[in-house]
Nanobody, 122 residues
Framework: QVQLAESGGGLVQAGGSLRLSCVASGRTLSTYTMAWFRQAPGKEREFVAAFTWTSRTYSADSVKGRFTISRDNAKNTVYLQMDSLKPEDTAVYYC????????????????WGQGTQVTVSS
């Protein structure tokens, strides 16, 4: 069983930065795709970024050039560096993991963290 724990969320002004972390336990995730999703109130969960175990990265058009996903397999940790934050980035951010290759669909991921709130004020 895989457990994921996110941290790093908080309140930040527009234009600011935050770095989210997701630590995995229960299994070494070097052969898993790790991803970040987010869900704003009243909206569906949406893909943000992914880092496959083949070292490829993907990101949503809405965050390209502003968010960067990275991972440290030695620490079983994936990060999401968020710069130039906008009020529309406000959401609960979730970490996800799956042994299959990349997908932007939340339904394809087997393991999820509990989420961390990111609030961007204007």
């Amino acid at each position: 069983q895989v457990q994921l724990a996110e941290s790093g969320g908080g309140l930040v002004q527009a234009g600011g930065s935050l770095r989210l972390s997701c630590v995995a336990s229960g299994r070494t995730l070097s052969t898993y795709t790790m991803a970040w999703f987010r869900q704003a109130p009243g909206k569906e969960r949406e893909f943000v970024a992914a880092f496959t175990w083949t070292s490829r990265t993907y990101s949503a058009d809405s965050v390209k050039g502003r968010f960067t996903i990275s991972r440290d397999n030695a620490k079983n940790t994936v990060y999401l560096q968020m710069d130039s934050l906008k009020p529309e980035d406000t959401a609960v951010y979730y970490c996800a993991a799956d042994p299959k290759l990349y997908s932007a669909s939340a339904s394809k991921y087997a393991y999820w963290g509990q989420g961390t709130q990111v609030t961007v004020s204007s």
